[in-house]
């Protein structure tokens, strides 16, 4: 299985109108990026965090299509699957700048949402923010400790939690590769199938068609799984175990582009 080079053609690509319906305001608006950044830098770290936000959401549909058991929270298996594939489907270069985009989405969530003054909800099925940050940040080191001891540092990874990653990593790999290896050894199919827009015209779209054809070039699920862009009223993205199909909203999308690549 070979990995994948980022070639998006950014600035062949012009952004569609992300129209937030009436009423829909429901999450705190980002600042917005840097004033020095091109709008293709701040395309490219969005496109990037919403491609792993579909990972995650991928994660939900194999847990559900296979049956898989889960052993603690779902959301968190999820975010590990996230993170192993950024890291085991791109090239070393392509999947730093991934990881990095990933991991400030919840970064910057978790400063915008303290910036309301709401205390996080420890109660809910996802965990805060700032772990979803360092899960990201440490099972990406732990796959490759040798070569990303610096960029964990200057993520913020602690000497004592860098000491578990590599640990973490494989287990992790391990976990999810016992079920993907038998996608894998089945072959290519067209299990995964976009469900539109057949007319969107924009690089969001864009990414997730390449993405299915892509997952469809080296696995073949046991079930269809659809995959959409669609409004949603808020910037969410979620499985459907009732319809078998993910939707990632294009609020997500919009909101993705407020955030600043740089912090």
Known sequence: MGLKSAVFGLACLALAGFGMPAGAQMWPTPA???EDLTEDEVLENALAAYQAVFYHELGHALIDILELPVLGLEEDAADILSAVLIHELWEPEDSAFKLRAAAGYWAQSAAIWADTGEAPDFGGVHSPDERRYFTYVCLYYGADPENRAEMAAELGLSEGRAATCPQEYELASQSWGTFLDELYEIGPGESLRWTGPEDADDPFAEMIREEIDYLNS???LPATLDVEI???DEPNAYYDPS???VTM????AEWMMGLDPEL
């Not at 909203?249 to 997500?252: K, M, T």
């Open 230 to 232: 669609a409004l949603c």
């Open 32 to 34: 917005g990026p840097a």
């Open 243 to 245: 319809t078998v199909s």
């Open 249 to 252: 909203c294009w609020e997500l």
């Open 218 to 220: 080296i696995l073949t």
